[in-house]
Nanobody, 121 residues
Framework: QVQLVESGGGLVQPGGSLRLSCAAS????????MYWYRQAPGKQREWVAG???????DYADSVKGRFTISRDNAKNTVYLQMNSLKPGDTAVYSC???????????????WGQGTQVTVSS
């Protein structure tokens, strides 16, 4: 099995920064793309950022220029550096990884449990 565990969430003032981490573990042969999503109270989950295995990145317009996604392939970990945070960024942030497990040729999406980010003064 494959597990994803996020960390780094918390309470921050507007204009502040946080760095989220998401570590994948288990029977992993290869991880292709990795993503961050978020879900605010009463809203649908939205895609925030993605990064390919080769490091190509893409961002939602709402976070472009403020958030940076990166990954450490040796550690099977994806990061989200969030700067200039706004109250509207308050949400549960979850990571997703497209994983080929050992012993199979198929790729499945796995999700972490999420970490709360609250931006408030």
């Amino acid at each position: 099995q494959v597990q994803l565990v996020e960390s780094g969430g918390g309470l921050v003032q507007p204009g502040g920064s946080l760095r989220l981490s998401c570590a994948a573990s288990g029977s992993i042969f290869r991880i292709s793309a990795m993503y961050w999503y978020r879900q605010a109270p009463g809203k649908q989950r939205e895609w925030v950022a993605g990064i390919s295995s080769g490091g190509v990145t893409d961002y939602a317009d709402s976070v472009k220029g403020r958030f940076t996604i990166s990954r450490d392939n040796a550690k099977n970990t994806v990061y989200l550096q969030m700067n200039s945070l706004k109250p509207g960024d308050t949400a549960v942030y979850s990571c997703k990884a497209a994983v080929q497990a050992t012993g199979t040729s198929r790729v499945y999406d796995y999700w972490g449990q999420g970490t709360q980010v609250t931006v408030s003064s």
